[in-house]
C-alpha cells in the first residue's frame, strides 16, 4: 500500500478492463502503480505504546481488479549458461 500518495500521484483513470477509478502512482523504486481511487482507513497498533492511530491508504489495484491477468507483463525467460 502505498503512503503519501499525494506527492506521488500522477493522474486519475478508469481501468481499461473492468472501468473501476483509479489512480496511477509512482512507487519508491519510480515505477508506476494503479492504485485504487478510494482510499481505505486502517487502524495502525504501536505495540510499544498500545495505542491505535488511523491513517488511509490505498490498496494495489492489481489485487482487486478481476482482470488483473490482463495487464501483467510478462516475465523474462531465464537465460542458459
Known sequence: ?????????????????????????????GKRMPLDAKPEVRFILNEDTGTTSARKTYMSHFATCPNAAQHRKPREAATKT
Do not use: E, G, P, Y
Not at 1 to 29: E, G, P, Y
Open 1 to 29: 500500500m502505498a503512503q503519501n500518495v499525494d506527492k506521488h500521484v500522477l493522474w486519475f483513470r478508469q481501468c481499461r478492463t473492468c472501468q473501476a477509478a483509479i489512480i496511477w502512482a509512482v512507487t519508491v523504486s
